[in-house]
């Protein structure tokens, strides 16, 4: 009847819970198993940072069992799952047992490239995802599916100019977050920044991740940025080794700096 309930039997080892009657015993059984279905995953509430708050921290692109069980340790908040095969970071061969080690707080994110909602819920189940990230084509019907099954939905949309922004009104209604990365002629991360002080055109209410380059030079002036909306910020291969194998030590330091006091005003 508690969503806590699952959650700690989640913890011993079950996959799966036979649940009807509290539902049924509602007035509003689909809004009932609604809420409950919210309430089974540590998400993220779905706004931007409140003042004096930091930016939540998503890793992205691992692969490696010893890697992910490091990254496990550190305060990050989502690690995120490759599942387009054509990356270098692709994680669909990784066993399930590996993602064992990842702690309830940090929230587990599939990243996709127009995959078929077939792939997409396969994934979601075997690696018990929590989000899945769509880097495609997707169509608002697409997410809206998506998100009728209780995943969250973040929409990746490449920025250039602010222009951009109004094709992501088409998505509000069902999406969760979206994701801004720099815009390139291929799918995927690029490495490269786009002009993060577009980010001052944008006036939509979901909120959204910053992506696209960000490295350990950049944690100083990300600490200061109050861009509304801003929730999440992304970061990849500025912070490897190799792809798919995250430097530890240098998203230590990109936290410790993001942490410290700000010695400047915030950015408006």
Not at 49 to 63: D, F, L, N, P
């Amino acid at each position: 009847s508690k969503p806590e309930t699952v959650i700690d039997l989640r913890k011993e080892g079950f996959k799966g819970f036979l649940m009807g009657e509290n539902f049924m015993k509602t007035n509003t059984p689909g809004q009932t198993l609604k809420e409950f279905i919210t309430g089974l995953s540590p998400n993220p509430s779905p706004q931007g940072k409140g003042a004096g708050e930091r930016s939540k921290i998503k890793v992205c692109g691992m692969k490696h069992p010893s890697n992910i069980a490091e990254l496990s340790q550190l305060p990050i908040d989502m690690m995120g799952l490759i599942f387009y095969e054509k990356s270098p970071r692709y994680a669909g061969d990784l066993d399930a047992d590996a993602l064992r080690v990842i702690p309830e707080n940090i929230w587990k994110i599939g990243v996709f490239v127009n995959a078929s909602e077939t792939k997409v819920l396969d994934k979601v189940e075997r690696y018990d995802l929590q989000a899945v990230q769509l880097h495609g084509n997707e169509t608002p019907e697409y997410c809206k599916k998506m998100k009728e099954k209780g995943i969250v939905v973040i929409k990746t949309f490449q920025i250039a100019e602010p222009e951009d922004f109004t094709y992501c009104t088409l998505y509000n209604k069902y999406c969760d977050f979206f994701l801004f990365d720099t815009k390139t002629p291929q799918y995927g991360g690029s490495g490269k920044k786009f002009d993060w002080q577009i980010l001052s055109a944008y006036t939509g209410k979901t909120p959204f991740f910053l992506s696209g380059g960000i490295g350990l030079e950049d944690a100083e002036f990300i600490r200061n940025l109050n861009f509304p909306g801003l929730y999440a910020v992304d970061l990849n291969s500025k912070f490897e080794i190799l792809p798919g194998t995250k430097d530890i030590e240098k998203i230590k330091t990109f936290l410790t700096t993001l942490d410290s006091t700000p010695q400047y005003p915030q950015q408006k």
